[in-house]
């Protein structure tokens, strides 16, 4: 089977998903009714008479925003977990050991404590100063590793890059024992959550999600030339060090806009990128539409756990993610060892 036909395949099985995600719940509502009033909303085709007025308010304004901000930002993060590993060949390199998901939260939180927002763009503040701190510190951490590495190899980044995440999330912990009547929210934020996530946290996060795409989409050839090596890119004239400066600027519009909107969720960008190497293959053409399928569909179904399980409570998200990725990142780490 061809990669494109796998990647159709996942795409249908994506959206089988996100219309099973959305039918589920405390009301349980059939797919087929979930899809007809899906249908309706985007393309006015009329509804059956039987459908209650209620499930149409149900999945339109309350699941449906919910799953899709959860399938983007799982497919956001996947996609930044590809790009790290790749870039700096290594199986565990991800944006939160990089530092950028630290610096985006630690942005997030400065929002939260003192309430500013941006003139003309309030509702674009809390993304906004995730990308700006995630960026920030990504800069930070490219300036540090060519100061002490001029080839900027990928362990001396890696090495800066947890440095300064153990620094922004020290700074972060600072804060919110200063400005305790603050803690909560933060708290809450970090754990991560899509819980009364509308329609509008989806509208915030897709400008950031196709500028990040659209930059890492467009260097897919070179990243497939940077997994050989420095050596063998510089043969081929692709200079490396600018190619991950690059690339890791637009992994830091999409990690710091997700962190922000969504709170810190782990292990996606870990767990996505390998799973789809096993179906697709290294060649980023492929791995990073697969990534993003992945991750967004491993997103949802980790949603839908969080908000099912102890219903009417929720679990945070991202301490389901934790619990799938840590033995996952355990097994990784000592199968390399072997």
Known sequence: MTN????????????AIIAAAASLGSTIISPGDTVMIILHNIFRIPLPSNIDPRNISIVWLLRLPRVLLAFL????????????????????????ILGISSGASLGAGLIIISGITFPLLAGLTLPLAGFIFGLMTVFIVAAFSSRVDKSMSSNTIILCGMVFS?????????????????????????????????????????????????????????????TFGDEQAQSAGVEAGALRKKLLAFTAVLTG???ALSGVIG??????????????GSRHKYLIPMAFILGGSLMVITDLIARTVISPSELPVGA???????????????????
């Not at 494109?4 to 959206?15: C, D, H, M, N, V």
């Not at 950031?208 to 659209?214: A, H, K, T, V």
């Open 166 to 226: 153990l620094f922004l999330n020290a700074l972060l912990t600072m804060l919110s024992a200063l400005f305790s009547d603050d803690l909560r929210r933060i708290v809450i934020w970090q754990m991560g959550s899509f819980a009364m996530r509308g329609w509008s946290y989806v509208r915030l996060l897709l400008p950031f999600m196709i500028i990040g795409l659209i930059g890492v989409i467009r260097n897919v050839k070179e990243m497939d030339i940077v």
């Open 257 to 259: 806009a997700t962190v």
């Open 73 to 96: 930002a799982g497919g956001c993060l996947a996609v930044s977990g590809a790009v790290c590993q790749s870039i700096l060949r290594n199986p565990l390199a991800s944006p939160y």
């Open 4 to 15: 494109s036909k796998r990647l159709i395949i996942g795409a249908a099985a994506a959206l």
């Open 267 to 280: 292990f996606v960008d870990l767990i996505a990128p390998h799973a789809a190497r096993r179906i697709t």
């Open 320 to 338: 389901i993610t934790a619990l799938i990725g840590a033995p996952f990142f355990a097994w990784i780490y000592f199968r390399g060892k072997r």
